[in-house]
């Protein structure tokens, strides 16, 4: 198998050359199949045990090494699926056939115009690493690599209740280094339908023609880690900016569009509107000024951030009379956005939030995804639900999907005091304690093995689930002898 030659300088290699092979084989959520079957035979080859359950999760498992087979089993966990998201300008792409393209720059691994597939290529590779090193003492180990993670973690929704041995899990799917995470938000989407009336509408081009207006360049990031800090909201802004222009003109929408996928910030949206030429003269005036108020409010995004119109070929058949338009943009504008609560346990942590992506606007349809993230399952499902009413109220339909569980702290947990000591001991200081606003599997595998103790872990990680991602070198060097040395000393009599 051919892999990009800028791993073979990278250190350790033990971690890095199963990266290589990660970022070789497409891996989109629900098409990790490919990756399977290569890591099934690459383990037979090893005389490793490898088996998949009916989710269709890879599950290796090893003996302990002479003289700790009487240590607790212990499970490394990560994710094999990857989000898959390309920068418009980029060179065309196919998550299911190309290979991930890296590049080096300051320390760090990058991947320019997609998603890098750091999160959780990273965390695998440390667990597969760890397969291979025959030279580490440690007790019976299990390797438990889940698929459907990203799109709803129907991996670990469908994992077989007491199906792993183990007594402790580490999870390696967090991205801060020097924090030991031990608690994590809980989620659930909303599907919502609202109604759009369009109306048949005879426009002929001598009148009016037909105008995109895009906004693009925006930074995007995670939907619950990067929820909180200060950027723009691609369907938001404009969302906004229609509100504006429609207060101003009589104008027909033919179709709003933004986001990709609902656990990513969206990054760009647009809007197919019929104009006349005044119209058209107006708009292009004032946006240089929506442009300004945007570079003001979000200077991060003013490197790349555009605001553009140009012609577009949208038949005009069929368009959404203003008088349709507008309460449908203030129904949406009413839906909570973005953080909704602090948790006043953890200072400067999201307790709830919300993020609407994708949002498809056509003539016969308005339907957008919501993704409802909150520390406490309950506070979740009362996010859901007042948004579900706010739908409903509006005239349109809304229904859950995939709920999945937060994972509770227990900073009494022996598993992590042993942590905290041997990273004390490793590095010379104490690591940080944090719960993460992120769904991670923990919640799930707590509900289906009671009793197992869990910590979380990963290495610096930047810009996941947008274009540019990108992880620390250093970062994986240290988490690597992190986890060499816990799974040593959680084994030790």
């Known amino acids: 198998m051919m892999t990009h030659p800028v791993f073979d300088a990278l250190e350790p290699q033990a971690v890095w050359r199963h990266f290589a092979t990660l970022s070789a084989i497409p891996r989109p959520s629900k098409h990790e199949g490919v990756l399977v079957r290569h890591l099934q035979e690459w383990a037979g ?43 418009p300008d980029a060179p065309d792409h196919d998550f299911h056939r190309d290979a991930i393209l890296p590049e080096v720059a300051d320390g760090w691994l990058a991947a320019r115009h997609t998603t890098l597939g750091a999160d959780n290529g990273i965390g ?19 390797i438990l690599l889940t698929v459907d993670e990203e799109a709803g973690m129907g991996g670990a929704q469908g994992l077989e209740a007491q199906s792993l041995f183990g007594r ?44 995109r207006l895009r906004l693009d360049g925006l930074i995007g990031g995670h939907s619950g880690i990067d929820i909180h800090k200060p950027r723009a909201h691609a369907i938001r802004q404009m969302l906004a900016l229609l509100s504006r222009l429609g207060a101003e003109n009589d104008l027909y929408l033919l179709r709003l569009k933004g986001g990709t996928v609902f656990n990513a910030l969206p990054r760009s949206a647009y809007a197919d509107l019929a104009l006349t030429p005044a119209q058209q003269a107006g708009l292009s005036r004032s946006l240089s000024g929506h442009l300004q108020d945007l570079r003001r409010e979000y200077p991060e995004e003013t490197p790349t951030l555009t605001l553009t119109t140009d012609p577009e070929s949208t038949p005009m058949d069929w368009a959404l009379a203003s008088e349709t338009w ?20 953890f200072p400067g942590v999201v307790e709830a939030s919300n993020n609407l992506a994708p949002l498809h606007l056509a003539p016969d349809h308005c339907r ?9 399952d309950a506070a979740r499902d009362a996010l859901a639900e ?3 009413e706010s739908v409903r109220a509006s005239g349109g339909a809304a229904r859950r999907e995939g709920a999945y569980p937060g994972w509770k ?23 940080r304690l944090e719960v993460i606003h992120a769904g991670l599997e923990c919640g799930l595998f707590a509900r289906s ?45």
């Open 409 to 431: 702290p227990d900073p009494a947990s022996p598993l992590l005091q042993r942590a905290r000591e041997v990273y004390r001991r490793t590095f010379g200081h104490e690591p």
């Open 368 to 376: 957008c995804s919501l993704l409802t993230r909150a520390q406490d």
């Open 326 to 345: 507008r309460p449908l943009l203030r129904d949406l504008m009413a839906l909570p956005f973005g953080v909704t609560a602090m948790s006043r346990d």
């Open 45 to 87: 080859r090893r005389g490793i045990a490898a088996r998949t359950d009916a989710a269709g999760n890879l599950i290796l498992s090893m003996p302990a090494t002479p003289g700790r087979e009487n240590a607790p089993g212990v499970i490394l966990q990560g994710h094999l699926d990857m989000v898959c998201e390309r920068a």
């Open 168 to 211: 402790f899990l580490l999870n390696l799917d967090t991205e801060e280094w020097g924090a030991i995470y031990l608690g994590c938000a809980g989620g659930v989407t909303v599907e919502a339908d609202f109604c759009a009336r369009a109306v048949a509408v005879a426009l002929p081009r001598d009148t009016r023609e037909v105008c």
């Open 449 to 493: 093995h009671p009793g197992l103790a869990m910590l979380s872990f990963g290495p610096d990680i930047r810009g996941a689930h947008a274009p540019g991602e990108r992880v620390d070198i250093a970062s994986v060097g240290n988490c690597w002898q992190f986890l060499r040395r816990l799974l040593t000393d959680l084994s030790s009599p």
């Open 124 to 142: 695998v590779a440390l667990a597969l690493a760890v397969a291979e090193d025959a030279k580490l003492p440690r007790g019976p180990l299990e």
């Open 386 to 388: 007042r948004i579900m």
